[in-house]
């Protein structure tokens, strides 16, 4: 065991808690590959995580820089949706032609002009679907200002060395309100982790928009096949991350933090049930991603919530 490990682990024992060493786990931060502790608390998998000094969370489009990889992945997107949208007009036409045809054929001009409306209306309904993939300067003009209101600011922070629950849990029993959830699942010297240490958590200091690095690639189908991709072991939202923890992997899994405001880790589904597209559901995949907390959720239903105790380490 190296020097740095007992140190850690001398230090959990001084908490004086029932923590069970099962052993050790390779972890790659940064680039760094280090070993850090798997640990175990009444049957619960918890992890080591080292802290970080001066450690930059946050995204802001104008300063931070997408990867190419990322720009890749979204003019396919784009393409797709635009390709999408440009048929789906296409075959409005041809089948609204026809009618007219018929109409126009049969000397019926007041259905003629009816047909004439509808088709005019169907085309301006989904013209306005079609918003953000008329263009790829359109595509990332919208993409640009959703992540300007749903991320968190660029900032800097000090992160301290914790004992982290390796994956959420959900709710146990209903809560009245998120007030009270927050202060029920601080107990002893387990509490939440706050927005900033959530973000560490997740990305462990790296400053790319999605956790698992610089690259879109595969990753819409398997966000929207969530289902499957919760049984396939080999998907990257199935796989630890940098840290060695779970997280950020389904956007119908809301994180409840120590923070009154915003819930992290997705927004319940909302964007993938309502076919939003990539520019919608995409950032609830990132450690910034911030959903605030709605006037509908005064109550917190089992099942649905979700929490991941931390221990601060002295």
Known sequence: MSEYLQNVRTRIEALGMDFQFTGTITTNQNGMERKTWLLEYEGVPFVFVPGQKNVVLGWDTSQCALGEGVLSGLQEEFAAGHEYYEETKESLRDDYQMEIDRARDGGDAEHEEKLRLELAEELEAVEEEMKGYRSWEEFMVTWNEHLSRCLSPLRTADIGDMIVERDSRYLEE????????????????????????????????????????????????????????????????????????????????????????????????CSLCGGDGAIYVLPCYTAFYRDPIHEYESVLSKGYYSYRRIVRLP
């Open 174 to 269: 209903d809560a009245a309100s998120l007030d009270q959830a927050v202060r029920s699942l601080k107990k002893g010297a387990f509490t939440l982790p706050t927005e900033d240490e959530w973000e560490y958590l997740c990305n462990g200091g790296a400053r790319t928009l999605f956790r698992w690095g610089d690259t879109l690639e595969d990753m819409l189908t398997e966000i929207y096949n969530i289902g499957t991709c919760q049984e396939n072991t080999a998907s990257i939202l199935n796989q630890p991350n940098m840290l060695g923890l779970y997280i950020t992997y389904d956007s119908y899994k809301i994180e409840i933090i120590d923070d009154l405001q915003y819930k992290k880790g997705g927004d319940g589904g």
